[in-house]
């Protein structure tokens, strides 16, 4: 146990008299159950479960199907509904609780996974596969806000690219075990679309994970490893909730230039998934590149991760040495995807054509470049939320950048999604694409430079700073007790 309160207890301590209070941390078993490390491998198993399912059946192409145009107007749902409620899922989450709207967010995945065993039983059945999706972008809206809250929540400054990097690699080890499924299942077929065997496999799996959130510990009983809480109980109105979205952009408006950023994080799958493992490969090839894009992806966010919380550079070097990895991987990537999407089409490769296969000479190479997609993809991920976690330390100003990061993202997605569902040339998806994450980088370098301390200060938690004002009215009797409420 710490004395401190890290790098952000001296800065706040440094603003008022009153210092950071440090609290023992429970013994034992129960000092186990309540470590934050616990708490988080916790939260990365329901991910592993829910999201890490949906992972693998989305990076197979066309969610396996032989037919990708319903695999991608469900996607596109999925995507719009997310985006919609994810804006004001950080406001849910700070009324009812991280914990209950992280269960709240594991329902949709069952009954997303079960419609593609309906869709493969019964072929007409579209519409069920395209209205569980929908449905499922309601819900993970929730349970991706609660994630970033809690994740962000649980560790220190120093520590938050480790707990970011430990919560990826177990997240993605759910989307390796679905693929392995896939893979396993389909090992001898050389068909374009899955058996029922796959999808029955992980539908199980994210039944599982709707347990999981039952079993955590409420986050206001959690003590970080310095010795400070990781929230206060505070139970604003409604009415302050969504005026707290005012809040946390103008008492900080850089969060704007991070938003191209948010908007390229899922826009890329289209192209890597459907217009790439899906068109190219048989049933085998697309799940061994599946297997290999999610595996590679434990082993990225572990290499971002030991970057941005090196202890030898300060935090600011540590921004911008990320930035220029993702640069330098990102042309890497894009410039060798290009030699291949140069030499095919929609409409020279039917979806039931035959396809490349594991042991034709060319998929070597081209399965590296799933590997490489795979790096790129975990360390964006991973550099956004550590961004994020950089610009604050206050739970719920933390929870309502998370919704803005999701919401923004499938943003992107829906709109990519649908461009494949209706045919859009492959190429314009490629390129799209390529100029957005570039745009990314480059309107978030300014944040970088103008945003990212050394250390987060009181100064920049606009929130905080409201809930010290709500309750230095309350200490003078200028509003009552119960109310909370904010113009």
Same mark, same amino acid.
């Given at each position: 146990?710490?004395?401190? !309160? ?76 997310? !985006? ?49 999706? !929908? ?99 505070? #139970? ?97 990537? #894009? ?103 570039? !745009? ?48």
């Amino acid at each position: 146990m710490s004395s401190s !309160a890290d790098e952000k207890g001296s800065d706040s301590n440094s603003h008022n008299d009153d210092s950071v209070s440090v609290y023992e941390r429970p013994k034992g078993l129960r000092g186990v159950y309540y470590h934050p490390i616990t708490q988080v491998v916790m939260l990365a198993f329901v991910c592993f479960l829910c999201p890490g399912m949906f992972n693998a059946l989305t990076g197979l192409g066309g969610g396996g199907q032989v037919d990708p145009t319903t695999s991608a107007n469900s996607t596109c749902a999925v995507y719009a509904t997310y !985006a919609f409620f994810a804006f004001f899922s950080g406001t849910v989450n700070n009324k009812i609780g991280a914990k209950r709207t992280l269960l709240f967010g594991t329902l949709g995945y069952a009954l997303y996974v079960g419609s593609y065993l309906a869709i493969n039983i019964h072929p007409d059945a579209g519409w069920f596969v395209v209205t569980s999706g !929908a449905l499922l972008g309601v819900t993970a809206a929730f349970l991706w806000t609660a994630q970033g809250a809690l994740m962000l929540s649980y560790c220190t400054e120093a520590q938050k690219g480790i707990f970011i990097s430990i919560f990826w690699a177990i997240f993605n080890l759910g989307a390796v075990v679905g693929a392995t499924v896939s893979f396993g299942q389909n090992i001898h077929s050389t068909n374009n679309s899955v058996s029922n065997g796959t999808y029955i496999g992980i539908l199980v799996l994210t039944m599982l994970g709707v347990t999981i959130p039952l079993l955590m510990a409420d986050p206001d009983k959690m003590i970080r490893t310095d010795g400070t809480k990781v929230v206060m109980p505070r #139970h604003p109105s409604w009415k302050s909730e969504f005026y707290g979205l005012w809040v946390a952009i103008t008492t900080d408006p850089m969060i704007l230039l991070l938003f191209p950023m948010f908007f390229a994080s899922n826009y890329f799958y289209t192209w890597q998934f459907n217009d790439y493992n899906s068109a190219l490969f048989d049933i085998r090839a697309r799940s061994l590149n599946n297997f290999m894009y999610w595996l590679s992806q434990i082993i990225g966010s572990g290499m971002i991760g030991i970057i941005l919380d090196s202890k030898r550079l300060r935090r600011r070097v540590r921004a911008f040495t990320g930035w220029g990895i993702l640069l330098a991987m990102t042309f890497i990537v #894009h410039v060798w995807a290009y030699s291949y999407q140069k030499t095919y089409t929609r409409a020279s490769i039917p979806s039931d054509s035959q396809k490349m296969d594991i042991y034709d000479p060319q998929f070597p190479a081209h399965i590296w470049l799933m590997i490489f997609y795979g790096l790129l993809d975990a360390m964006w991920q991973t550099t956004i939320f550590w961004l994020i976690g950089a610009m604050s330390n206050d739970t719920n100003k933390l929870a309502i950048y998370s919704g803005f990061y999701h919401s923004i993202q499938s943003a992107g997605a829906a709109g990519v999604w649908r461009m494949d569902a209706i045919g859009l040339p492959y190429m314009n998806i490629f390129l799209s694409t390529w100029c957005l994450v570039v !745009a990314g980088l480059v309107f978030s370098f300014p944040m970088i430079y103008l945003r990212i301390r050394d250390t987060t200060v009181l100064e920049d938690e606009g929130l905080m700073q409201r809930d010290q004002e709500i309750n230095d009215m309350k200490g003078k009797g200028m509003i009552e007790e119960s109310g909370n409420e904010m113009p």
